[in-house]
């Protein structure tokens, strides 16, 4: 570990941080320190990193803003790669294709690109997370998800090449892609895109974004929902159907607005939300014979 901080620092990569707490870094407000935090400033810099992270065997996450990941107390002795503000850009080619780098904010470019006229990212209207995320989990509301917009995703693999995989090589289904079976970091991606009438898709946008505030709780960090859906049924129903909604452990409490969020009521520690993940687990399991499987993604040592 103590090489491999010493290499990135000499290689002049980006910025490198000593036990940087993730708490700073997820919407949850829960995490203990990375022992390395890297942001790389461009894709050739972060291609050089990986190559003497991979090589050196320390193993590493890559984290946009947190907003879908559960980091435990302890942290993450390891390297943390934060896409950041070097790779928060954008460009639309000839009205129709949208390209951006993977730490550009969803929010911020759905709401910039339909003040344009621009159509295709409707339903990402108030998703939070980085484009980089939005691929990574395939992620969706509205009944629409990323896999219906996007054309390729440029991938740097663990072998530290750079490769396009096509919007079917990304492998899509519910909430998944295949980034979650196989390692690999999306540093850009491209997206269709077409003009549209202006005013139809800020209204769209804006009536999406009012349905979350009125339905999700916003008072406090949360991590969206927790739990994915086991469809047909919904777990934020099944979770309210089973009396849940209110209960807590520790500072993690069962939001009172939507049973598949968990909020931070201040001071919840990872094993508080671990702890009320679990009780949901078995209680769903034993009065309805469902398993629930989390959204969230638990990461870090125990
Ligand atoms: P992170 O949480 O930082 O990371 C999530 C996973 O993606 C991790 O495994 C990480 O390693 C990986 N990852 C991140 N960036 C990259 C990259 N560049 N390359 C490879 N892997 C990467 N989600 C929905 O789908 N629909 C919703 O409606 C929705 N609503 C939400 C509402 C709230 C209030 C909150 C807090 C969350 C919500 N979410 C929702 C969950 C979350 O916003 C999404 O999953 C989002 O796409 C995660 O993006 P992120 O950048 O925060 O990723």
């Not at 080619?93 to 690109?113: F, M, P």
Request: net charge neutral.
């Amino acid at each position: 570990m103590e090489k491999l901080l010493k290499k990135l620092e000499e290689l002049n990569v980006g910025k490198i941080k000593e036990n940087e707490p993730l708490k700073n870094h997820t919407t949850w407000k829960i995490g203990g320190p990375a022992r390395i935090f890297y942001e790389p400033d461009t894709a050739e810099n972060l291609q050089t990193a990986m190559k003497e992270i991979i090589a050196s065997g320390v193993p590493w996450l890559v984290v946009g803003k947190g907003s879908n990941l559960l980091v435990s107390d302890k942290g993450i002795n390891g390297v943390v790669i934060k896409f950041g503000e070097n790779f928060a850009h954008y460009e639309i080619e000839d009205d129709k294709l949208l390209r951006v780098t993977a730490g550009y904010s969803v929010i911020k470019l759905t709401t910039l690109i339909s003040k344009q006229g621009y159509s295709g990212f409707e339903f990402a209207g108030g998703i939070p997370g980085t484009i980089g995320g939005a691929v990574f989990m395939n992620a969706g509301a509205h009944g629409s998800d990323i896999s219906k917009i996007l054309k390729r995703a440029l991938i740097l693999l663990p072998d530290g090449s750079f490769k396009w995989y096509t919007n079917e090589e990304m492998d899509y289904s519910y909430r998944t892609s295949r980034l979650q079976k196989e390692a690999g970091i999306c540093v850009e991606a491209e997206f269709n895109i077409k003009k549209g009438d202006k005013e139809k898709i800020t209204k769209e946008m804006q009536a999406n974004k009012d349905y979350r505030r009125e339905s999700q709780p916003f008072k406090h960090p949360t991590c969206g929902s927790v739990f994915r859906n086991p469809l047909p049924k919904y777990a934020g129903r099944l979770i309210e159907e089973a009396g849940l909604k209110g209960y807590s452990v520790g500072g993690a409490q069962i939001s009172d607005i939507h049973a598949n969020f968990i909020v931070n009521n201040g001071d919840a520690t990872a094993k508080d939300v671990m702890g009320l993940i679990k009780h949901v687990q078995t209680t769903i399991y034993e009065k309805f014979g469902v398993k629930m499987e989390t959204e969230v993604e638990q990461v870090g040592d125990n």
